[in-house]
């Protein structure tokens, strides 16, 4: 087994390379892409246990991660989602599109993602409504974007960015680093 801090420092080497030969548009930052959805258990082992590396090692500022909540959900011709792992995974996956929305910059909205993802990942996912007190944010503006008709955009906002990968997801979690799929590299993270 690989340690965390090999893997720290392939994650280092790794994104310090494409920050510098790749030729990102956002103001020289590696773009990272991560296409999930909230009860995979390897989507929230990779957000739980690898993408909280970019803040360990201080790396936000030449990465700009991007978090796509929807993974192999469908929409149904009558505008139903179905997701992969049932309900409760589009009810999770729309929460955390709102996060995403209503706390737009990644030290808002990731620890709130990663709070629900590791109860995900523990088997606990219908506790995550406990991240709000535990990160001490106001769970009405989530419930109120989870009801709204703008929930139902941000989830047809998040579908239609999934259907658009070129070439197209075969699993979740899908990484995409300045627009190149990692495939089954995205372990090695």
Not at 49 to 72: A, C, E, M, R
Not at 114 to 127: A, N, P
Not at 137 to 159: I, R
């Amino acid at each position: 087994m690989v340690s965390s801090n090999t893997l720290s420092l392939s994650l280092i080497l790794f994104l310090s390379f494409f920050s510098f030969f790749s030729p990102s548009q956002s103001h020289n930052k590696v773009s990272l892409e991560l296409y999930y959805e909230s009860l995979c258990p390897y989507c929230a082992n990779f957000i739980v246990n690898y993408l909280p590396q970019i803040f360990q090692h201080d790396l936000t500022s030449i990465v700009d991660l991007k978090l796509v909540p929807w993974g192999n959900a469908k929409l149904r011709g009558n505008s139903t989602i179905v997701c992969q792992h049932g309900p409760d995974e589009c009810l999770l996956d729309r929460v955390e599109a709102c996060a995403i929305d209503i706390w737009p910059q990644l030290s808002e909205h990731f620890p709130f993602i990663h709070c629900v993802e590791d109860f995900s990942y523990q088997g606990k996912h219908s506790e995550w409504e406990s991240c709000y007190e535990k990160l001490g944010l106001d769970s009405s503006l989530v419930d109120h974007c989870y009801h709204s008709e703008h929930g139902k955009e941000l989830d047809l906002k998040y579908a239609a960015q999934t259907n658009a990968l070129q070439p197209p997801h075969t699993y979740v979690p899908w990484v995409v680093v300045d627009g190149e799929p990692l495939y089954d590299d995205y372990t090695n993270f």
